[in-house]
């Protein structure tokens, strides 16, 4: 079973739009994940980090569930900027190898 | 720009041939990550160096080897090329203390043929 898995997608959303997406981790032990974003050929770059309370960063909205062991993220009032895939990355006990999942794209319409 | 560089930007080789990848890590940083991403995959941990020395390592063979230097860049090294080896290398720096926020370089895309 992969560490982080998500859904590929895409998302195929219009400017404006609500849109959300989860991953899974495997690791019930694992306490730090965070969300990347990686634009086409590109390399990724951090978006957020997740906190157990959830978390907040302008439209974005990042939460926890641990007992169902998924991590969300939530895009509001969607731009044509925000198309890119996103990363959801376990940090695991060891604190030094992110891991992961493939990526959930996301593709905003005028 | 996150000051993290890389070189090349890309390269082919030959199976068989070996490849040194470098990275320049961000002013501050004594940590460097480095990954390989397939197409339509999610980086994948290699190893991380930390003053110096190998702190950690991902589930890639013996052929992928580092290095760090004093001035904390770092080099990552592949013997024995293979067609699975192509791939966009990414390194990544980062302090000591702050574990998942790393900063990634473009990435070296290297394609063996």
């Known amino acids: 079973r992969k560490e982080v898995e998500q859904d590929p997608g895409p998302f195929n959303v219009p400017e404006g739009a609500t849109v959300a997406f989860n991953c899974t981790y495997s690791?019930?032990?694992?306490?730090?994940f965070f969300w990347y974003r990686q634009d086409c050929r590109k390399e990724p770059k951090l978006l957020m980090s997740?906190?157990?309370s959830g978390n907040e960063d302008g439209r974005f909205t990042a939460q926890l569930n641990r007992a169902s062991q998924y991590i969300s993220l939530l895009i509001r009032d969607s731009k044509l900027s925000d198309s890119a895939t996103y990363l959801c990355v376990d940090l695991g006990l060891n604190d030094y190898k992110l891991s992961f999942g493939a990526g959930t794209t996301v593709t905003v319409r005028a | 720009e996150t000051g993290v560089t890389q070189s090349p930007t890309h390269l082919i080789k030959t199976r068989g041939q070996q490849v040194t990848l470098r990275c320049s890590s961000q002013s501050g940083h004594n940590t460097v990550s480095w990954y390989q991403q397939a197409l339509g995959q999610g980086p994948q941990f290699i190893f991380q160096?930390?003053?110096?020395?190998?702190?950690g390592r991902g589930n890639f063979p013996p052929r992928f080897s580092g290095l760090q230097f004093p001035n904390y860049s770092s080099e990552l090294n592949v013997n024995a090329l293979e067609l699975d080896d192509s791939a966009l290398y990414l390194c990544a720096s980062s302090s000591g203390d702050t574990g998942g926020e790393q900063y990634f370089g473009p990435g070296t895309r290297l394609t063996v043929t």
């Open positions: 160096y930390y003053r110096e020395e190998e702190n």
């Open positions: 997740v906190y157990s």
């Open positions: 690791n019930s032990a694992s306490q730090s």
